[in-house]
Nanobody, 126 residues
Framework: QVQLAESGGGSVQAGDSLRLSCAAS????????MGWFRQAPGKEREFVTS????????YYAESVKGRFTISRDNTQNMMYLQMNSLKPEDTAVYYC???????????????????WGQGTQVTVSS
């Protein structure tokens, strides 16, 4: 019903920037609470950031606060993740995620989301 398509990953050096994009289809964008997760090899999928239905509230993992910015444009069915001052520990596969829930109580938990993109690799070298 909902499809998410990610783009923008790549290989960069520490201190560089990347902008990830996620295109949503199959549902009115404003019906989706959305977020970004990442998963490094051998680790569990980790919450990065999330954004409420109309771009009013955003939340960030402490590890990325001040460096990453989440945004959405409901008129274009797009969500973005601007990543600045990238560090080697940011290396991971990044996933966009969404849910049609009207109540999102634990937005840091991956099981709150029921739609996922395919993932895009971000590699940061020192």
């Amino acid at each position: 019903q909902v499809q998410l398509a990610e783009s923008g990953g790549g290989s960069v050096q520490a201190g560089d920037s990347l902008r990830l994009s996620c295109a949503a289809s199959g549902r009115t964008m404003s019906d989706l609470y959305m977020g970004w997760f990442r998963q490094a090899p051998g680790k569990e999928r980790e919450f990065v950031t999330s954004i409420s239905w109309r771009n009013i509230s955003t939340y960030y993992a402490e590890s990325v606060k001040g460096r990453f910015t989440i945004s959405r444009d409901n008129t274009q069915n797009m969500m973005y993740l601007q990543m600045n001052s990238l560090k080697p520990e940011d290396t991971a596969v990044y996933y966009c995620a969404a849910t049609t829930r009207r109540l999102v109580l634990n937005f840091r938990a991956s099981n709150e989301y029921d739609y996922w993109g395919q993932g895009t690799q971000v590699t940061v070298s020192s």
